[in-house]
T-cell receptor, first 114, second 114 residues
C-alpha cells in the first residue's frame, strides 16, 4: 500500500541550531500536510502544500513541496525549546480522479537542549 | 482547544472486553476521522465518516466498528480486545468531505488492555 516515509526518526539539537525533517512518498501526492504534536498532546495542523515546488514560510519554519510532488521537507531555523515535539507529514494520493486517504509518516521527534 | 471532544480520556479494560469511544466534532464540521497511535506505528488511519456515511476505510480490524449519528457525533466500538489494541485513539474532524482540508484532532482516548 501507499507509504509515506519520514526521516530522521529522532533529532536532538542544541538550542539555536537548525533542524530539518524529510518526507518521501512512493507515489505522487495531491497535497501534503504537516502537523506538530507536543509531548502528551494531540497533532496540531501547521500547513498544507498543494502546488509542485511550493514553498511556504511561517516565521522560523519553512515548508517545501517537491517538483514531482513526491517529497516534502520542514526546516526550522534557530530552534527554540518551544519547538520540542513530533513533526508529522501526511500525504494524500490521487485515486483515479478522486482523492484518497491521508497517510501519515511516522514522525520526527525533535528534542532541543537549552 | 481544537473544539473536538473525546471521551473518556482514559480507559482500562481486560482482554476480551468491548469498549466504546466517543467523539464530538467541531461545530460545523461534517467529517469525522478515527486514528490509532501506538509507539512504533505512528498515526494509523482507521475510518472516515462524512455526514453520517462511511467514506473511507483504512487499517481497521473487523473487531472494530464505527458510526456517525445524525447529530454528527461518532463512536468507535472495539470488541474482543487484545493486548495489542492498547494505544491512543484520536478522533479528528474537518469541514470538508475529502482529506484536503485540515484535520482538527481531539485530545485522544488512551486505551489500556490488561
Amino acid at each position: 500500500g501507499q507509504q509515506v516515509m519520514q526521516i530522521p526518526q529522532y533529532q536532538h539539537v542544541q538550542e539555536g541550531e537548525d533542524f530539518t525533517t524529510y518526507c518521501n512518498s512512493s507515489t505522487t501526492l495531491s497535497n501534503i500536510q504537516w502537523y506538530k504534536q507536543r509531548p502528551g498532546g494531540h497533532p496540531v495542523f501547521l500547513i498544507q502544500l498543494v502546488k509542485s515546488g511550493e514553498v511556504k514560510k511561517q516565521k522560523r519554519l519553512t515548508f517545501q513541496f517537491g517538483e514531482a510532488k513526491k517529497n516534502s521537507s520542514l526546516h526550522i531555523t534557530a530552534t527554540q525549546t518551544t519547538d520540542v515535539g513530533t513533526y508529522f507529514c501526511a500525504g494524500q494520493r490521487y485515486y483515479g480522479g478522486s482523492q484518497g486517504n491521508l497517510i501519515f509518516g511516522k514522525g520526527t521527534k525533535l528534542s532541543v537542549k537549552p | 482547544d481544537s473544539g473536538v471532544t473525546q471521551t473518556p480520556k482514559h480507559l482500562i479494560t481486560a482482554t476480551g472486553q468491548r469498549v466504546t469511544l466517543r467523539c464530538s466534532p467541531r461545530s460545523g464540521d461534517l467529517s469525522v476521522y478515527w486514528y490509532q497511535q501506538s509507539l512504533d506505528q505512528g498515526l494509523q488511519f482507521l475510518i472516515h465518516y462524512y455526514n453520517g456515511e462511511e467514506r473511507a476505510k483504512g487499517n481497521i480490524l473487523e473487531r472494530f466498528s464505527a458510526q456517525q449519528f445524525p447529530d454528527l457525533h461518532s463512536e468507535l466500538n472495539l470488541s474482543s480486545l487484545e493486548l495489542g489494541d492498547s494505544a491512543l485513539y484520536f478522533c479528528a474532524s474537518s469541514a470538508g468531505q475529502v482529506f484536503n482540508s485540515p484535520l482538527h484532532f481531539g485530545n485522544g482516548t488512551r486505551l489500556t488492555v490488561t
